[in-house]
């Protein structure tokens, strides 16, 4: 069986899939020389041309040379750029790019002078230099691939593995385009100094030079270049291949040459194999020979619309417009410039953008050499896009996909390797453009994977970041023990013992602040809060009485009565309803003890009470708040006393109508000391106690004795006293007594409110049936031994006014309840409700006098 070479030098060649054959129209262009335009006046150069973005080194208004580097920067793909031309640098700006989307790019403005001066030129030959010089030098020329990818030729140069064949294409196989064609009739022998250049560098096996059969011109013309070479004998030979679109593409010419096929994913480097463009090799003798950088490229122009259609040589910078104007272009509606030949090419935007190395040719057909734009039609499945494909590739598939910006999917069906020949475009019956389908889902899967990578670059760069931080963290704390153990080593005793008692303090206070943040809340949950209530409102009930002590005159009733009328009504309402909540509590707790023992009562008045050494402590206290806020409200009432009122000589003096007022009076002050049973300092003094009681529970049992005579002495204010005649009664003027008829009339009606009933025993009273039978018989008991011990507290009283004329008490107060009502209907405005409820309580005080009136006389008799 044949080596692989042996086959080569037979010539055997193998075919490759797919591939169609478009007409090739090539006669246009190459049938003169190549040729240079004249001069342009502007140039604009493109800093990142190709590789890794560069750094310009000059600035606005710096004068440059032809072939002098405009760039520097690093990296091993990195090319720099130089200029086309002598002149000036006039800007450095974004301007628009030779790409399908013509967006804007970092590009240096060169006006030129017209002198086309180089810079200064090193040639050297191959014994001169190294093989890392001649990289260099290929590196520093800015050598890119001339076929269309641009590649840097110096990677492709220096592979890691082994070379054993060097394929030099020649077959420039897309319809139109012809420079490489006129390059290999034109400047053989510079090519074959260019691949002599490779053969130093690589030093392979074999160096085939392909060439499609449609040029036979330029195959004799490399055939006599190699014959004239000076490389070994049998080492470059020249190889026809037939003419077949994309024979050219580098994958494909392998397997035509070799029948090799590159695995996905893999370079031709990994099966020991390198392809270059004879452009490439043209430009590397250059560089190496003359020391001329790539500043300038065969690129052909051609077209029905160009007047001189051929090959030229254009300095990279030239722009598109210039090039076009230099052959007569004409431009006609809706003319397209493609770049590139019709199968891969591209159509511009603006024609203000410039040659790049990659660009070989410029196509300005007329509407006879292309169809007119079509409307896209369905997909049929025909299947004649996977037939045409040279790669391989399910077309349809990748259609779907691509369409339905699956790009993922797309992906998975070998996207990647797609060449974007355009044979499948060329063959659909539907005239789908499939391959701009697939240039937008390759451009969406390259942001993809930038993003990605930048993704895994910034997380690389925080985990090391952590990384540091966790290490200095490391390091100061090792630095701090390091410290530490050091003074620890260095500390005397005495020192020790300083810093033992420092921490001491410190953990001291800081258990001291603990306790008093938490100490205080601890009590406020164990206290009463009804007792807390209590103390407090027997402490505001002090605090008044303190205040108003000193206040308060017995001989002011009318003025008190009238000022009576100020007070709150919605407080008074309140302050009742606690008194008469508290008293009926202590009743009930009272009840049933009173109850067993009715004979009794008169111990308690005396100040002996039985029944308080069932009450408890709480209770006890309830009391006596009850009894301090009843001596508050007698002493806000501003009472007049009721002992002794010096009376006038005689009654005859006295007019109905001021009787009445005083009757009315009276009614009123019973009917309120009634409700707020308040206690007369003066009429009980303190009453003994007994050695059973304890004293909290005997001064208890006195307030409520106290309260209890005061309030049978209030009853009694009518009875067992003598009225004298008040001089000051003659000049009490009608409206003073209107005054006191009003107040007379709203104490009542406060007291009807109240539904307070008297604890004496009032059998005339019809509030009396509400009583029950067992309240009804201790306060029966009660008002007994009250009325009792105020007879004889008022004895002398009585013997001393007995030569005095005294006024029939009970004609007095046998008032009507209406008479009173009737003159203090102008200063109040009652309900018919409220009015019957004052009526009622003026028949109870009524009732009250003249029961008290008959008990004291039957106690003189």
Request: hydrophobic share 40%; charged share 25%.
């Amino acid at each position: 069986m044949l080596t692989l070479l042996e086959q080569l030098d037979k010539g055997t060649l193998w075919q490759s899939p797919g591939g169609i054959h478009p007409p090739q129209l090539k006669t246009l262009s190459n049938q003169s020389t190549i040729a240079r335009l004249p001069l342009a006046q502007r140039f604009v150069v493109p800093v990142p041309l190709v590789g890794e973005q560069a750094i310009l080194t000059v600035a606005v208004g710096d004068q440059v040379l032809k072939g002098q580097m405009l760039t520097e920067g690093t990296g091993f793909i990195y090319l720099p750029v130089h200029s086309p031309t002598s002149g000036r640098v006039i800007a450095i700006e974004q301007h628009a790019t030779n790409h399908p989307s013509s967006l804007p790019t970092l590009s240096c403005i060169i006006e030129a002078d017209g002198q086309d001066a180089w810079c200064e030129l090193i040639p050297h030959s191959l014994e001169q230099l190294s093989k890392n010089q001649i990289l260099d030098k290929i590196k520093y020329a800015g050598i890119a691939g001339m076929g269309g990818a641009a590649f840097p030729s110096h990677v492709k140069l220096n592979p890691a593995s082994e070379i054993d064949l060097v394929i030099i294409n020649g077959v420039e196989c897309e319809p139109y385009i012809s420079s490489d064609d006129r390059l290999m009739r034109d400047y053989s022998d510079e090519i074959l100094k260019g691949i002599g250049v490779i053969h130093h560098l690589l030093n392979p096996q074999r160096i085939i030079i392909a060439i499609e059969d449609n040029k036979p011109e330029a195959a004799k013309a490399m055939q006599d270049a190699v014959q004239r070479s000076t490389l070994p004998t049998g080492v470059v030979r020249v190889t026809v291949i037939p003419t077949k679109y994309p024979s050219g593409g580098e994958k494909q010419l392998i397997q035509i040459i070799t029948g090799k096929e590159v695995p996905s994913g893999h370079i031709p480097a990994q099966l020991g194999i390198v392809v270059h463009n004879v452009g490439t090799a043209y430009a590397i003798q250059e560089a190496i020979y003359q020391g001329k950088p790539l500043i300038e490229r065969v690129v052909t122009l051609t077209g029905e619309q160009i007047g001189q259609p051929g090959n030229y040589w254009l300095p990279i910078g030239t722009t598109i417009t210039d090039a076009l104007s230099a052959v007569n272009f004409s431009q006609s509606n809706a003319q397209k410039v493609i770049v590139g030949g019709p199968m891969m090419g591209y159509a511009l935007a603006d024609l203000d953008v410039p040659i790049l190395k990659g660009t070989n040719c410029l196509l300005a057909p007329s509407h006879n050499e292309i169809a007119p734009d079509v409307d896209e039609k369905a997909c049929i499945r025909c299947g004649e896009c996977a037939i045409a494909c040279p790669a391989l590739l399910l077309p349809q598939q990748l259609f779907w996909h691509a369409k339905a910006e699956e790009y993922d999917k797309a992906a998975s069906f070998n996207l990647k390797d797609c060449i974007e020949c355009g044979c499948c475009s060329y063959v659909c019956p539907s005239d789908i453009p499939l391959v701009e389908y697939y240039r937008v889902a390759k451009s969406a899967l390259k942001i993809e994977a930038e993003e990605k990578h930048q993704a895994e670059q910034a997380k690389i760069r925080f985990e090391a970041r952590l990384q540091r931080l966790e290490d200095e963290k490391n390091a100061r704390e090792a630095k701090a023990k390091e410290a530490a153990a050091k003074r620890q080593a260095s500390m005397k005793s005495t020192d020790k013992d300083a810093v033992a008692a420092a921490m001491a303090r410190i953990a001291a206070k800081k258990a001291q602040a603990t306790s008093a943040t938490t100490t205080p809340e601890a009590p406020q949950s164990t206290v009463d809060p009804k007792k807390a209530a209590i103390n407090a409102a027997i402490e505001r009930a002090k605090a008044k009485k303190a205040t108003q002590a000193n206040t308060v005159s017995r001989d002011d009733e009318l003025v008190t009565s009238t000022a009576d009328e100020n007070v709150d009504d919605k407080q008074a309402k309140i302050a009742a309803a606690v008194a008469r909540a508290k008293a009926k509590k202590a009743a009930q707790a009272n009840s049933e003890s009173t109850a067993q023992t009715p004979n009794s009562v008169e111990t308690t008045v005396a100040g002996t009470e039985p029944s308080a050494d069932a009450v408890d402590d709480k209770k006890a206290r309830v009391a006596a708040a009850v009894a301090k806020a009843k001596a508050k409200k007698l002493a806000q009432a501003n009472q007049t006393d009721d002992t002794v009122i010096e009376a006038e000589p005689t009654t005859d003096a006295v007019d109905d109508k001021k009787a009445r007022v005083a009757a009315a009076v009276a009614k009123a002050k019973a009917k309120k000391l009634a409700q707020a049973n308040q206690t007369d300092d003066t009429v009980i003094e303190a009453e003994p106690t007994t050695d059973a009681v304890d004293d909290k529970k005997a001064r208890v049992a006195a307030a409520v004795a106290k309260a209890k005579a005061k309030k049978l002495a209030q009853a009694n204010q009518t009875d067992d006293t003598v009225i004298e005649a008040a001089p000051s009664v003659d000049v009490v003027d009608d409206k003073k007594a209107r005054v006191a008829a009003a107040v007379a009339k709203a104490k009542a009606k406060k007291l009807a409110q109240a539904n307070q009933t008297d604890d004496t025993v009032i059998e005339a009273a019809p509030s009396v049936d509400v009583v029950d039978d067992k309240k009804a018989r201790v306060a029966a008991a009660v008002a007994k031994a009250k009325a009792k011990k105020l007879a004889q507290a008022s004895q002398p009283d009585i013997d001393e006014a007995a030569s005095q004329p005294t006024v029939d008490v009970e004609s007095t107060v046998n008032i009507k309840p209406d008479v009173a009502l009737t003159d203090a209907s102008d200063s109040a405005d009652l309900s018919p409700e409220q009015v019957k409820k004052a009526k009622v309580a003026a028949a109870v005080a009524k009732a009250k006098a003249k029961q008290l009136a008959k008990r004291a006389e039957q106690e003189e008799q």
